[in-house]
């Protein structure tokens, strides 16, 4: 039996509801986290919940539980119950319920919401298979920093790309500029052999898992530049990839029509996933 956790009770999910009336169903006024679990632990929890502070704080939603430490025991409670080794934890805070009406009435309760399901131990073999992205306009709006659940945008992108036989979308600003994809951050590698992703601000969520390669890049004496790149730069790089805490390091060998270099991943890419899979497993950070 599966089993989630909603407001202090740890429920069959088959039987787990939230009220019709709570904010995050009516307004998407709520924000979330996606954790990777390995060898039983959460990757980079901290820096995820670094990130769930900043999400509340920037909606003035206040703190669900008591601290970080009660939260982070129910946390690994949903775990246990569900006995993950290797798999994902997703956490859900809204700003609670309230009669509908758009104003925020204050003093509510926020919902926490959590669910955990397992998934293959990572393996360098099957994540070194390259996938394909294509293009779309960034049709999201101004504050893709706040890790909120308004993601309609994000569910038509990656809906049409996996209709076109596509792992991912790629988004791109009115520029041309590649913003980020519909759920990870999108990277290059130039045949100056500079990682290039974009730089973090109000247009991007800063994610855990581009910080962490990001660290992982310094550490290892790889040349990286935190600047935009267009589409044209990106179908014309040595390589890219895009990642994500569940999509972890994903090489990226066609973007649209276009091949990446010869088609396949890249050994810098390579590097980075032999890196990120050996500070999953053993944290080197
Ligand atoms: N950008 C967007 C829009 C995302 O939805 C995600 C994944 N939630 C990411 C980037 C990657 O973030 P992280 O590495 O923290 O999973």
Redesign the pocket.
């Known amino acids: 039996m599966t089993t989630a956790y909603v407001n202090g009770r740890y429920i069959a999910q088959r039987d787990a509801a939230v009220h019709i009336n709570d904010r995050g169903f009516q307004f998407a006024d709520a924000v979330y986290e ?1 954790f990777a679990v390995q060898d039983g632990k959460l990757v980079d929890v901290e820096a ?1 919940l670094d ?1 769930l502070d900043r999400s509340l704080s920037e909606l003035s939603i206040p703190q669900p539980m008591s601290s970080r430490q009660a939260l982070k025991l129910v946390m690994r409670e949903v775990l246990r119950r569900n006995r993950i080794e290797y798999g994902g934890l997703y956490l859900q805070v809204t700003r609670g319920v309230a009669p509908r009406d758009f104003p925020d009435p204050g003093g509510l309760e926020p919902t926490v919401v959590m669910t955990a399901w397992r998934t293959q131990p990572f393996d360098a073999e099957t994540a070194m298979r390259g996938a394909k992205v294509v293009s779309a306009p960034d049709i999201r709006w101004k504050r ?1 920093d706040i ?1 909120t659940v308004q ?1 309609l945008a ?1 569910v038509l992108a990656k809906t049409d790309a996996h209709a076109r036989g596509a792992a991912e979308a790629w988004l791109l600003d009115e520029t041309g500029f590649v913003t ?6 999108a990277w290059i590698v130039t045949y100056d052999n500079e990682l290039i992703t974009r730089h973090t601000d109000t247009a ?2 800063g ?4 910080q962490t390669v990001l660290k992982l890049a310094a550490q290892n004496g790889l040349t990286y530049i935190e600047r935009p790149f267009s589409l044209e730069e990106a179908k014309a790089a040595r390589e890219a990839f895009t ?4 999509m972890m390091v994903r090489p990226v060998v066609q973007i649209d029509d276009t091949a990446i270099a010869n088609g396949e991943t890249g050994a810098f890419t390579r590097q980075i996933i032999e890196l990120y899979g050996a500070y999953m497993r053993g944290g080197t950070i």
């Open positions: 996606v995820h990130r893709c890790k993601l994000g980020e994809g519909s759920a990870s951050n991007i969520l994610g855990i898992t581009r990642t994500s805490s569940t």
